[in-house]
């Protein structure tokens, strides 16, 4: 049994703005043990990236209120104070962000911004500090690491910046890696570096990783775990076999279903989930995905809770739909020919 | 470097070389500017004009008059004694005009420099003080500050504070305008100062605060600082090191431009209101007496700061600022 790392239990983040609260992220539960990779996934607004944000308190601010607990090596990271929270920033648990062109400040070095990290939660000289960044740089797959440790980030190349974030994240040893759709703004090619990058490194640092994506495509890839949310939810939750090829949720059918296949007859035209996401200040009652979903039915009123209803223990998920009439009616809703009512 | 320097000066003398001619043209065209006229005092006989043309050569077809006008402007800057005719002097009170600027270099000097560093300092400070306490009522109050700095002209508030601190009190504490220089008396070349260092800071201090207050708003918002902060770094880590650091990169730019307005004679209200006699009220004088020389001279004067300081900016830019770095 692998060690424990995160808890996340009931975790919810409201945002109060001029136009009235915002649910960002309403209930999510998850575990992370040494050695997991968790796929996050959903669509923009749907709270993956405000989870993220919050393990390490980064959404912490006077309009924000929290729920639930965030268990990490036996303490509630979201009671922690901001004095506390900051020797786990960067040093048990790092981040790595979405868009490499801007996560780096522009006036330092690379190197410099490594060695910021290292001398931050370490007792390490700064040319100690220099020459681990310079290391750092060579595992993450830059070319002469010696020389490139003194550039600045505009002499990098996007997939180059993204490989420097990921030394920074790495400085420390972290335990668990958060990486907020580290793969988005990168080439096709370099995207599948990166992935495979990410998951040699967490073998060879021995930490876990939670990986947040709107793209199926990038955690099928190395997620052993995913979930699916929508509307600050967690509409689904298994193991990635279970999740790709016994889908429950009808958002999650729609997901499968924009993603382009090669092995499938083409469709006149890629599918889309119709609508839009809801409101995250005014939401629907009941199921959330309800507006939006083909297959909503008079009991999807109330909200159906977050479960177990197939035969793998560790699938859980969120529709009123039976088990049956969710085999029958997926391949259709995946294909793209069911339409909502 | 050299490349640099080399373009720069070229730069500079089609600057000056421009700006030279223009004044020149305008003074022309201008109605009233006749210097003969002017010269000539009350009631003088047509002959009397025409003599003073013909002295002062200003007969001569205009790029003739243009280029004198340069040779002794140039010949000012020379050392050694010069010949009567080379001197560039005034047509109203026949000063050499090169000498009456040197004059006012040290005071205007003393002005600017004081006045600069105080509202660099205060304005980077105000500026941070209130970027990071944002929306609270200390913000509010120093924005309104700000506000009433930036809004307050300095003919009002020079007269108002030389009235209120220095002539109406039975025991002023600051004495009542002028210069005392610094190699005479520095401590009452500080108090002279006093007054004009801070009604000159005051717009400049309340105008850069409000800048650096949006640009470090604006850069606290940047992914980079969100990097910081999810690396662990202390707040005033990420404020001095992320932030501001970032934020004074424009402000470099503002100050070089203002810093060589001020000292190139653009502190004329103050200098005139404080009687300083610096460059600056030379500048007032001159310009009241449409008095070509001397204008010509304070313009060529602070059309070089502002070139100078110009070069200056884009210098320190660039090692600021490694994206603009020639590699």
């Given at each position: ?12 983040v ?11 992220v ?29 393990l390490?308190?980064?959404?912490r ?16 990271l ?14 048990e ?20 911004q ?47 910046r ?13 335990d ?33 990783v939670i ?31 279970q ?99 | ?92 009170t ?16 003393s ?55 220095a ?35 005051v ?31 202390r ?8 932030v501001?650091?970032n ?24 200098e005139?209101?404080?009687?300083l ?51």
């Amino acid at each position: 049994m692998a060690e424990r790392l995160l808890d996340v239990k009931g975790l919810k983040v409201r945002f109060a703005t001029e136009d009235g609260i915002v649910h960002a992220v309403d209930g999510v539960d998850f575990e992370l043990d040494r050695g997991d990779v968790l796929g996050i996934v959903g669509e923009s607004g749907s709270g993956k990236s405000v989870t993220a944000m919050t393990l390490l308190g980064l959404t912490r601010d006077k309009n924000t209120r929290f729920e639930g607990e965030v268990i990490y090596k036996g303490q509630n990271l979201l009671d922690l104070p901001e004095s506390r929270l900051r020797d786990v920033r960067g040093n048990e648990i790092a981040m790595i962000f979405q868009d490499p062109m801007t996560s780096l400040n522009p006036v330092y070095t690379v190197g410099d911004q490594i060695v910021e990290a290292i001398v931050t939660h370490e007792q390490a000289t700064k040319r100690e500090a220099k020459r681990r960044a310079a290391e750092l740089l060579r595992q993450v797959g830059i070319p002469n690491p010696q020389q490139r440790v003194d550039d600045y980030p505009h002499q990098f190349s996007g997939g180059m910046r993204q490989r420097a974030m990921i030394a920074m994240a790495l400085s420390c040893n972290p335990d668990v890696l958060i990486a907020d759709e580290p793969t988005t703004a990168l080439d096709v090619t370099i995207q599948a570096q990166i992935l495979e990058l990410l998951d040699r490194l967490r073998e060879d640092f021995d930490s876990a990783v939670i990986l947040i994506t709107h793209d199926l495509g990038v955690v099928a890839e190395v997620a052993n775990d995913i979930i699916v949310m929508y509307a600050g939810r967690v509409v689904e939750h298994g193991p990635k076999r279970q999740l790709f090829y016994d889908p429950q949720h009808p958002y999650t059918w729609g997901l499968l279903g924009s993603i382009p296949r090669l092995d499938r007859p083409k469709p006149k035209k890629l599918h889309s989930i119709e609508g839009m996401p809801p409101s995250l200040i005014n939401l629907p009652s009941g199921c959330k995905f309800r507006p939006r979903c083909p297959h909503a039915f008079d009991k999807c009123e109330e909200e159906p809770e977050l479960k177990n209803r197939v035969e793998d223990r560790e699938h859980l998920d969120r529709c009123w739909l039976s088990v049956d009439d969710k085999r029958r009616l997926r391949d259709t809703t995946i294909a793209g020919e069911a339409r909502v009512a | 470097m050299v490349p640099f320097i080399i373009r720069r000066l070229i730069g500079m003398v089609a600057v000056l070389f421009g700006v030279s001619v223009l004044v020149f043209i305008v003074f022309i065209l201008l109605p009233g500017g006749d210097p003969a006229e002017r010269m000539a005092g009350k009631n003088p006989t047509p002959q009397n004009i025409v003599n003073i043309r013909e002295k002062w050569g200003f007969d001569r077809p205009f790029y003739v008059q243009y280029v004198k006008m340069m040779q002794k402007a140039g010949t000012g800057l020379l050392p050694g004694p010069h010949g009567e005719y080379d001197i560039l002097r005034s047509f109203d009170t026949r000063q050499d005009v090169v000498h009456e600027i040197k004059k006012g270099i040290p005071a205007t000097f003393s002005l600017c420099i004081g006045a600069g560093i105080i509202w660099l300092v205060f304005g980077i400070l105000v500026g941070v003080f209130s970027a990071v306490k944002a929306g609270r009522w200390s913000d509010r109050l120093i924005t309104t500050f700000a506000l009433i700095g930036v809004s307050m002209p300095v003919f009002w508030l020079g007269l108002v504070l030389r009235y209120f601190l220095a002539e109406k009190p039975a025991h002023p504490r600051f004495p009542d305008g002028g210069y005392v220089p610094l190699t005479t008396d520095p401590a009452e070349w500080a108090l002279h100062l006093i007054l004009p260092w801070f009604c000159l800071s005051v717009l400049f201090i309340g105008f850069y605060g409000r800048v650096l207050r949006s640009n470090m708003l604006d850069t606290m918002n940047e992914d980079y600082v969100r990097t910081a902060r999810a690396k662990g770094l202390r707040s005033n880590q990420i404020l001095m090191r992320h932030v501001l650091r970032n934020s004074l990169i424009p402000i470099v730019s503002l100050f070089g431009l203002d810093f060589a307005a001020v000292l190139g004679g653009g502190a004329i209200l103050t200098e005139t209101v404080f009687d300083l006699k610096g460059v600056g009220w030379y500048a007032a004088q001159s310009v009241g007496g449409l008095d070509l020389p001397p204008i010509m001279g304070v313009t060529l004067y602070g059309s070089f700061f502002i070139v100078l300081f110009s070069a200056l900016v884009d210098f320190f830019y660039a090692y600021l600022d490694p994206r603009i770095r020639p590699t």
